[in-house]
């Protein structure tokens, strides 16, 4: 079983910084890509960020310059480092990962619950 537990959103103001984490844990062989997605109210989920098992990353356009995704292969723990926020950036953020289980050769999508970022003044 495996679990993607994100964490670190909340109420910011316009110009403010969150970083969100999100924690991989239970029989985890291999990670492969790993990636933050949003969804904003009446709205599709959106690719914001992903990052390959290289650390080689992409980012969608609105968040070149003002956000970095990074991760600690150690910890098994992908982060977002989200600068110069604006009302538009509000939705819920997910995290995402394609992961081979212990024993078993299939890899697998797995989705965080996701963590809510607000950013109004």
């Known amino acids: 079983q495996v679990q993607l537990v994100e964490s670190g959103g909340g109420l910011v103001q316009p110009g403010g910084s969150l970083r969100l984490s999100c924690a991989a844990s239970?029989?985890?062989?291999?990670?492969?890509?790993m990636g933050w997605y949003r969804q904003a109210p009446g709205k599709q989920r959106e690719l914001v960020a992903v990052?390959?098992?290289?650390?080689?990353?992409n980012y969608v356009d609105s968040a070149k310059g003002r956000f970095t995704i990074s991760k600690d292969n150690a910890k098994n723990t992908m982060y977002l480092q989200m600068n110069a926020l604006k009302t538009d950036d509000t939705a819920v953020y997910y995290c995402n990962a394609y992961i081979r289980v212990i024993d078993n050769s299939e890899w697998k999508t797995y989705w965080g619950q996701g963590t809510q970022v607000t950013v109004s003044s």
């Open positions: 239970g029989s985890i062989h291999s990670i492969n890509v």
């Open positions: 990052i390959y098992s290289d650390s080689s990353t």
